[in-house]
């Protein structure tokens, strides 16, 4: 029978090995042996010392061929050290002896060099073939563990788009945690309950889950999930299964900014599964979708900052285009002031200087000096109004008033001008006694300017007053018609800015200040209607509709005969 080395019995010294490093050898979880130049134990470790069924001190100064089973013990120990002295080391399994009789084991044996004999020559490893299994089973699961957090570490960054993103998250949980589906809600900022974000599924499309289990934004287990911040699970029968959902809180920097779901069709796989890896892969998701909100608010942040910079860009244009119809309108107005006054001296002057022939051509150019004293006037009008308006001061008298006499007489008015250039003027029969709600004056005035633009634009052709009055509605519009110059598309919405025609062309050709449509949307407006320009185009005539708001009891009467001009 092996006998323990005399030298160690008798106390010899302990291999000079660290503290530290003697307290994992004697704490490892498998069997450790150190043996010296003689192939005896100077130390064994608590595992062996188990197997072996006797305490660590016990086996001090036995040989190694202690644990063999083998009747050839020492030929086989030979055979051992002979192919560590060749190889560098042994390693295969044996069966060794052990408490429990012959047992399968995975034996490593490796040499160190040393330059004292007292030290350990060689160590032994030696792992029960039940353990080693373990040993790769739980590597195997660390493995796939990490695999499932890498991958879900990609889909994290793998699109910019929000919802790409989740739902490529999604997948790689339904694929790395072998579930069936899963869903991700997210908590918007500044909002109550959750909303949907994410979600995959490999499910079969004849299963259906009951309406109770499916998560949404009011779910029961998911919301308590995010109050309570813990996994909540509920199960319930599915097609002769068990289907089991567990909700996990997706949490970042202690903050719940979302909710994950995962279902298994067989409940007994999320019960074998490490319920701390779900919970790694929650804050991992966590993470994510808080960094999402970031990226989110950065994008709003700079959309914002881009939205401001257009605004900006766009004011300063309105600015400069307003210096610009101002500088026009100062061009313009100063031409039009002049022209009349001109023609006022050079008309009195004549008359003044004694130069006309007859009193009928002293009256002709006195006409003509009045006619151009109230073109001065109309135009100072302008002027004052629009400041007045401006600045608040504009006091308008608005009361119920028939619309017919003032058709009439503006009718009357202009329709000499029509004539003068041999325009087919109309104002189309409406009902009589048609009332509005308006100032007769300012109603008068913002007529004339509309009507009088329909003449002065319209070389040939036709202007026509409508008056459009349905039963039931709470406005009467008056419709003015023409077929003159129109209007190209681009440019119809600068004519109801002050200071502002078409375009400068127009206004040499056709004079004005630029005013007359600026104070009419002013004016209506101020009465409570509003106005609208349409137009088919350049050369395609011209409609301007204004809506006024009809008077409290209207009654009508029947229509009088046109009147034309």
Not at 272 to 294: D, K, W
Not at 302 to 325: C, G, Y
């Amino acid at each position: 029978m092996d006998r323990p080395h005399p030298a160690l019995v008798a106390g010899a010294s302990i291999p000079n090995v660290g503290d530290a490093l003697l307290m994992h050898f004697d704490r490892a979880p498998f069997g450790l042996l150190l043996l010296g130049e003689d192939r005896r134990i100077l130390r064994a470790n608590d595992a062996i010392a188990q197997l072996a069924g006797m305490p660590a001190a016990s086996l001090l100064g036995f040989s190694l061929r202690r644990f063999l089973s083998s009747d050839a013990a020492f030929d086989l120990e030979d055979r051992l050290f002979d192919e560590v002295a060749a190889s560098g080391g042994w390693h295969g399994e044996l069966e060794i002896v052990t408490a429990m009789g012959d047992t399968p084991t995975m034996v490593s044996i490796t040499p160190v060099d040393t330059a004292d004999a007292r030290e350990a020559r060689y160590v032994v490893a030696v792992i029960e073939l039940g353990q080693q299994r373990w040993f790769e089973t739980e590597s195997s699961r660390r493995a796939a563990e990490l695999a499932a957090i890498a991958s879900i570490a990609v889909a994290t960054g793998g699109s910019a788009d929000p919802g790409g993103m989740l739902n490529a998250v999604a997948r790689a949980v339904v694929e790395q945690l072998e579930v069936d589906a899963c869903w991700i809600h997210r908590c918007e900022p500044g909002e109550g309950g959750v909303t949907l974000a994410g979600e995959a599924s490999t499910m079969n499309s004849s299963l259906r889950l009951p309406s109770l289990m499916l998560p949404g934004g009011e779910h029961p287990a998911l919301l308590r999930a995010l109050e309570t911040r813990e996994q909540v699970a509920e199960s319930e029968l599915l097609d002769r299964s068990i289907a089991t959902i567990v909700h996990a809180p997706l949490l970042a920097q202690d903050e719940a900014v979302g909710v994950i779901s995962i279902l298994s069709v067989e409940g007994e796989k999320l019960s074998a599964r490490n319920s701390e890896l779900f919970r790694t892969v929650s804050y991992q998701v966590g993470t994510a979708v808080q960094n999402l909100r970031l990226l989110e608010s950065i994008r709003l942040q700079q959309q914002l900052l881009q939205d401001k910079n257009e605004e900006l860009e766009l004011f300063v244009q309105e600015l400069i285009d307003a210096d610009r119809m101002k500088n026009e309108f100062l061009a313009n107005t100063s031409h039009e002031l002049r022209t009349p006054l001109n023609s006022i001296i050079g008309f009195l002057n004549l008359v003044l200087d004694g130069l006309c022939e007859s009193e009928d051509e002293q009256k002709e150019l006195l006409g003509h000096a009045l006619r151009s004293g109230r073109q001065l006037l109309s135009l100072i009008n302008d002027v004052l109004d629009l400041s007045r308006i401006q600045a608040g001061r504009l006091q308008l008298e608005v009361r119920d008033l028939d619309l017919a006499p003032v058709l009439d007489e503006v009718g009357s008015t202009l329709g000499v001008q029509a004539a003068e250039k041999h325009l087919d003027f109309m104002v189309a029969s409406f009902p009589r006694g048609t009332r509005v709600r308006a100032d007769e004056s300012r109603l008068r005035q913002v007529l004339v300017n509309v009507v009088g633009n329909a003449i002065k634009f319209t070389s040939r052709g036709a202007v026509r007053i409508e008056v459009v009055a349905p039963e039931g509605s709470p406005f009467v519009e008056v419709v003015v018609r023409d077929s003159g110059i129109g209007v190209p598309a681009e440019r119809m919405e600068r004519l109801f800015r002050k200071f502002s025609q078409a375009d400068a062309s127009t206004t040499r050709k056709f004079g004005g200040s630029g005013l007359g449509l600026a104070i009419v949307k002013e004016l209506v407006g101020l009465m409570g209607g509003d106005v609208r320009l349409e137009s088919g185009g350049e050369g395609q005539g011209t409609m301007v509709t204004i809506s006024l708001v009809r008077a409290g009891g209207a009654a009508t009467t029947p229509s009088d005969p046109p009147i034309s001009g």
